[in-house]
């Protein structure tokens, strides 16, 4: 059954390590990119980081609104 009640917290809890996967890849890439500077790498984690944490407060917002499924293929 699909749990819609849970907090931003718990959705983060469970996104974390790919999202901290993704950004560290993201992140070397920039970093290599950009000829070894520190600053637009920085630029980088800072807007990712801040992303995911908006992107799972928005999800768990959505998770509250929807409503039952009434379907068994997604129970």
């Known amino acids: 059954m699909l749990n819609i009640e849970g907090t931003m917290w718990d959705y983060y809890k469970r996104t974390f390590p790919a999202v901290q996967l993704v ?4 992140s070397w890439m920039v970093y290599r990119a950009s000829s070894h500077l ?3 790498t ?3 984690v800072l807007s990712m980081e801040t992303s995911a944490l ?3 407060m928005w999800a ?7 409503p039952e499924p009434t379907s068994r293929i997604l129970n």
């Open 23 to 26: 950004t560290g890849f993201v």
């Open 54 to 56: 908006l992107g799972a």
């Open 42 to 44: 920085a630029i980088f």
């Open 60 to 66: 768990s917002e959505l998770r509250t609104r929807l």
């Open 38 to 40: 520190w600053i637009p």
